[in-house]
């Protein structure tokens, strides 16, 4: 597929969505979105498939975060009695994955100002706009750190 890409630079921090007020208003289509600490091997192709298939305002891509509890997890009733015991449980959820597919009438609304994407999806959300969910099942990974760079190049 033919992509164009172009850079776009902040001159003051505008949080994670607020660049979206410096795209051009030439754009005329859908708008892929990925945080610059995300590194994924999703297919774009699909994504972009999924969004315009299912007439979608925003897709959010998610990824399975899982977490180790290195200790006993227990709960118990409103009488301290035990419910249940479970030794170090491993706990699934799935997280924003920082991939996202907005339409063009949703992020012309961005004025230029400090905003996160978060932001925008739950004033979407709360507006009716259609939005949903394109698991991750691809490689991902966070390389927000020096640390996480360096476990992945282990």
Sequence with gaps: SNIDIEILHEKSPLGTAGALSLIPSN??????????????????DELESFHKTRKNDITLCAAN???????????????????????KPEINDFILGGIYCINKKIFQTVRKKKIDITDIIIESQKTGK????????????????????KKLNN
């Design 27 to 44: 754009i005329t289509d859908n708008l892929t979105m990925i945080n610059g600490d995300i590194l994924s091997n999703i297919n774009l």
């Design 65 to 87: 975060y899982k977490r180790k509890i290195p200790f006993g997890v227990i709960t118990f009733n409103e009488n301290q009695k035990l419910s249940s015991l479970t030794e």
């Design 130 to 149: 259609k939005i949903e969910v394109f698991p991750i099942f691809e490689n991902w990974n966070d390389i927000g750190t020096i640390e996480d760079l």
